[in-house]
């Protein structure tokens, strides 16, 4: 979602596949409020004992815990479902109990008394007096989901997180198609580590910054993206890209919002977005049937279907049984609508599902302007150390997706490996003074 969650979001090198979209798609899921608001309510007493077994055969019991996107996977409706395969059960556990970082909240306790939500030009809110922590801690009132957004969009950060992940592209008759990618992850502004600046001198207004390199193939290797996020939520994201077969780096256009990234499932938007151009409504706050993957296990190819497997599988990018539980966590729904005033737009409501203990979004669904379910970001998540402190990091998945259901294509990522944060990333991957400015691309390949 990048990150965030996005959310997002998180971002794929993956190469560009040309599917054929002329093929109908299948009836599918539609926008309706109801199907989030009649969710069970967190404060309800409904609830799925431990250890039960969720199957495509008996998921209708369960419907109100489960996301839309899950309903989509056990409904059988789209080509990519889930099977009566073993792999497919979704084995209920108990709730992990995950805090965020311990100064990133005493930030938000110190802090979070200065920050305002004022009219923006865009018609929609911005972020006034935010200075470190989250900037709500308790959302509340008629702004509670603008608040919501705002705690997604300012999840914890360490000051750097590195991994290397291998992307697949995955079409609807399983074929593949592989990159590798080293990706680094930036906060440069508004940090809660100890015995740092909480705005680093070379920020140069940026929030944080994010930077891929594809490694493999070899037709591939060097390209890299690098995107910045405006301190301001009102500036524009900026993007770059280095070309190898130009040998120069290129800036996109910060309006290419809706444009995929390297060729990939997920778009720039899901990655580096801007919170006040978008109205917010709050569906609530529910109980939602979330996976939290083991950290011994999940950071492998083998714990998702389609990616060592032979074939890309029913439902590319499903991460198998007996890598990890799912358990019902307390969630914040909200819906992200576009302001039209501001121009046509790709999505016409963007679903963020933010964990209420850790402001990190897990989930992300995504309709298309005809109002019919189109797209799942999905990052799959294991508890990580951060300076000793097991607890969801943003950027630090085992693995992430975006399906669409429509088009019967996906893009997967897995990490290969614990992510390394801070003091561990590796020695030539610390450099950010250089490694997070637009600058650094013209020196690669030399």
């Not at 054929?20 to 009649?38: F, H, I, L, Q, R």
């Not at 943003?394 to 992430?400: E, N, R, T, V």
């Not at 590796?426 to 030399?446: A, H, T």
Request: hydrophobic content about 35%; glycine content about 8%.
């Amino acid at each position: 979602m990048k990150k965030s969650i996005g959310v997002l979001t998180a971002a794929l090198g993956v190469a560009c596949l040309l599917f054929s979209t002329a093929m109908a798609a299948p009836a599918g899921y539609v926008w309706d409020t109801k199907n989030y608001t009649d969710m069970v309510d967190a404060s309800a007493p409904d609830t799925i004992p431990i250890g039960t077994q969720i199957t495509i055969s008996n998921w209708q019991q369960y419907k109100r815990f489960l996301p839309i996107s899950l309903q989509a996977a056990m409904s059988g409706i789209y080509t990519f479902h889930a099977t009566s395969d073993p792999v497919y059960t979704m084995v209920v556990g108990p709730t992990t109990n995950l805090t965020p970082f311990r100064k990133w909240i005493e930030d938000g306790e110190k802090y979070s008394g200065q920050v305002s939500l004022v009219p923006a030009s865009t018609g929609g809110l911005t972020m006034k007096g935010w200075v470190a922590g989250p900037p709500f801690p308790n959302p509340s009132g008629p702004n509670r989901g603008v608040e919501i957004m705002y705690n997604s969009w300012t999840p914890f950060r360490p000051f750097i997180l590195f991994s290397v992940d291998q992307g697949f592209a995955v079409d609807r008759y399983g074929n593949k198609s592989q990159n590798d990618v080293e990706a680094d992850f930036f906060q440069l502004s508004h940090l809660s580590e100890p015995n740092m600046p909480i705005n680093q001198p070379y920020a140069n207004g940026m929030f944080y910054v994010s930077r891929f390199g594809i490694t493999a193939p070899e037709q591939s290797k060097y390209t890299t993206q690098l995107q910045s996020q405006p301190d301001d939520p009102m500036k524009h994201p900026e993007t770059f890209v280095f070309l190898p077969s130009l040998r120069r780096s290129l800036r996109l256009s910060s309006a290419a919002r809706c444009s995929p990234i390297s060729g990939s499932d997920w778009v720039q938007d899901d990655n580096a977005w801007n919170p006040p151009f978008f109205h917010v409504d709050f569906l609530g706050e529910k109980k939602v049937l979330t996976l939290i993957q083991d950290p011994a296990k999940a950071f492998d190819g083998h714990a998702y279907v389609g990616i060592f497997d032979s074939t890309g599988g029913a439902l590319p990018g499903w991460p198998k049984a007996g890598n990890g539980h799912y358990e019902l966590r307390t969630m914040d729904i909200i819906d992200l609508k576009w302001i039209p005033q501001l121009g046509s737009y790709c999505f016409s409501h963007r679903i963020y599902y933010v964990d209420r203990a850790t402001w990190v979004p897990v989930l992300l669904e995504e309709y298309d302007t005809s109002n019919k379910f189109w797209k799942t970001g999905w990052n799959k998540y294991a508890p990580i150390k951060v300076h000793g402190q097991p607890t969801l990091v943003l950027d630090g998945y085992c693995s992430s997706v975006n399906v669409d259901w429509q088009n019967a294509h996906t893009s997967i990522s897995y990490t290969t490996g614990i992510p390394t944060i801070d003091d561990d990333v590796p020695g030539e991957y610390k450099d950010v003074v250089n490694l997070s400015q637009p600058g650094s691309l013209s020196r690669i390949m030399k």
